[in-house]
């Protein structure tokens, strides 16, 4: 397991990014489509993209929040998994969506 991790590190920034932000958005339209079974509006399905665009623009800048990749993926992860939030509560029987 700790060769595998070493491997990650290896990785440069921009790439760690980059694979977090696909992962996401696999996992993201993966449980839409097969285990919530709907269909969200095209802009919410894209968010997790967002901070990607903006690491990207940082990237031009070197800005000190560019060499935090860990601080971006969070963000990714924190925006999948409030998008996901309001389909599964739903789904769970709560009131919202229709």
């Known amino acids: 397991m700790e060769g595998c991790y070493n491997d990650f590190?290896?990785?440069n920034n921009q790439a760690k990014v980059g694979l977090a932000t696909a992962f996401c958005l696999i996992?993201?339209?993966y449980i839409f489509?097969?285990?919530?079974r709907v269909e969200p509006h095209i802009l919410l399905?894209?968010?997790p993209l967002i901070p990607y665009i903006l690491y990207t623009y940082a990237r031009g800048r070197r800005t000190w929040y560019y060499n935090k990749p860990f601080y971006w993926i969070a963000a990714i992860i924190a925006i999948t998994l409030i998008d996901l939030?309001?389909?599964?509560w739903n789904a769970l029987g709560g009131s919202g969506l229709s």
């Open 45 to 47: 399905v894209i968010a």
């Open 33 to 36: 489509t097969y285990v919530l």
């Open 9 to 11: 590190m290896r990785l």
């Open 85 to 88: 939030a309001p389909y599964v």
């Open 27 to 29: 996992m993201q339209g």
